[in-house]
């Protein structure tokens, strides 16, 4: 295992040579040199597609693509490759269990519950199927810590719930529930339960079987893989009851006019040409990252989260939004508008996210329109923290005049 050291780290990312002061890995992790050269590798050597063609080149790429799908089983700790399902990324993988595995057992009057915490993508998909079977999507309130109260999930949950739905970690709070209680209260009364695992992945791996976790989903893009590709894992007994939600090429056996048969699973929720160059790509990203200590890395990110929030406390109205040592730090500061402030910060080349972080409901239950939102990763260093510290300041004194 390579020794963990922020310098040298940095040196496996080229983007950041051009990318300022990259403080938005919470949006999309930049790309390490090793993901780089395999997905450039595959687009200058790879010829043909997956289970498709009998050449040597396309089986030699379908038995890549296929080993890919055990390592994400194994990062997962899931029983059987065949419960991992490559999608576009967390926001398909959610809409995917919304309307091959919900849909269908949904009756009018049952219910969903959702954590206010939660990022559109966890959800939309469940209001759109809400709506469309006469069901209802129950509001799951934060506590007092920000993060969902787990004393009032009891309070929710009833014999007509169907499903949780629950994210790993807030985009905006970096807030962890605690998932296992969730899990088991869920389960007390027959429902399952989803994980939007989007922005907890790339922090902490789940144990899927340990965790007894129904659903979970992630993006390749947020743990320093490409984009466009995603994951779903699945209970293997969930995943062999459900139909398929897109069709085409692929995911069937046999078809003619009067209806087909589908494949089994996985292949039969992977209809079409898949990403095979995000898949080669998420897969150098997940043997990259094994040969690096994924704690001192959270560690170093964390630290930077909390020097930032120490020295930008010291700013007139801000205020901190971050939930416990979280490398995500979202705050304001009183009296000035956060897109004011991240225009000017862009000057100063710094690059973060304001507004709502596509969690509009989690904005209210704060009681603000929007916040700036600083994400630290390993590759970040002090210099960075001083520059943002700079750059606010400035931005903070032009606007406060
Ligand atoms: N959930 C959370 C918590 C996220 O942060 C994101 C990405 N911002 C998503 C879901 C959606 O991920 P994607 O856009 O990659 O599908």
């Known amino acids: 295992m390579t020794i963990f050291t922020p310098t040298a780290f940095r040196q496996q990312f080229p983007a950041l040579a051009d990318a300022g002061v990259y403080l938005d890995s919470a949006a999309t992790a930049l790309k390490p040199l090793a993901v780089i050269e395999a997905t450039q590798q595959f687009y200058s050597l790879s010829a043909g597609t997956v289970h498709r063609s009998q050449f040597a080149a396309a089986r030699a790429l379908t038995e890549q693509y296929e080993q890919a799908r055990g390592l994400v089983a194994r990062w997962l700790n899931a029983a059987d490759d065949r419960q991992i399902i490559w999608t576009r ?4 993988a959610i809409n995917l269990v919304a309307n091959s595995w919900l849909a269908p057992r949904l ?3 049952d219910e969903i519950v959702v954590s206010e915490a939660e990022h559109h993508a966890n959800l939309v998909p469940w209001l759109m199927v809400a709506q469309a079977k006469g069901a209802k999507v129950v509001k799951w309130p934060l506590g007092a810590n920000r993060l969902p109260d787990i004393q009032q999930l009891p309070h929710l949950l009833n014999s007509r719930t169907r499903l949780l739905a629950i994210g790993q970690m807030s985009n905006v709070t970096g807030g962890c529930p605690d998932l296992a209680q969730a899990i088991q209260l869920a389960h007390a009364v027959g429902a399952k339960v989803m994980v939007d695992g989007a922005q907890g992945v790339v922090h902490c791996a789940p144990d899927v079987q340990a965790e007894d976790i129904d ?9 320093y893989g490409p984009m466009g590709i995603g994951v779903l894992y699945g209970k293997a007994e969930l995943l062999e009851a459900m139909s398929p939600w897109q069709g085409g ?3 069937l056996t046999q078809v003619d006019f009067s209806g087909f048969t589908p494949q089994p699973v996985p292949w039969r929720f992977e209809a ?8 080669i790509g998420l897969s150098a990203a997940l043997r990259w990252l094994s040969q690096h200590n994924a704690e001192k890395m959270e560690m170093w990110s964390q630290q930077l989260a909390s020097l930032a929030e120490e020295q930008l406390s010291a700013l007139p109205g801000f205020r901190s939004f971050r ?14 508008h956060h897109s004011d402030i991240v225009t000017l ?6 690059a973060l996210r304001a507004g709502q972080h596509c969690a509009q409901p989690l904005m209210a239950a704060l009681g603000v329109s929007g916040t700036l939102r600083v994400s630290f990763a390993p590759y970040n260093n002090l210099q960075d923290v001083d520059a943002l510290v700079r750059a606010m300041h400035s931005a903070v004194d032009l606007l406060s005049e």
């Open 345 to 350: 910060l862009a000057e100063h080349g710094i």
């Open 272 to 279: 079409g040409t898949p990403n095979v160059a995000g898949v």
């Open 215 to 223: 659903f979970y989903a992630f993006s390749g893009h947020k743990l």
């Open 249 to 251: 090429g692929k995911m």
């Open 107 to 109: 009756q009018p009057g």
């Open 323 to 336: 939930c416990g040592s979280s490398s995500l730090l979202a705050f304001d500061i009183a009296g000035i």
């Open 89 to 92: 990324g967390t926001t398909e």
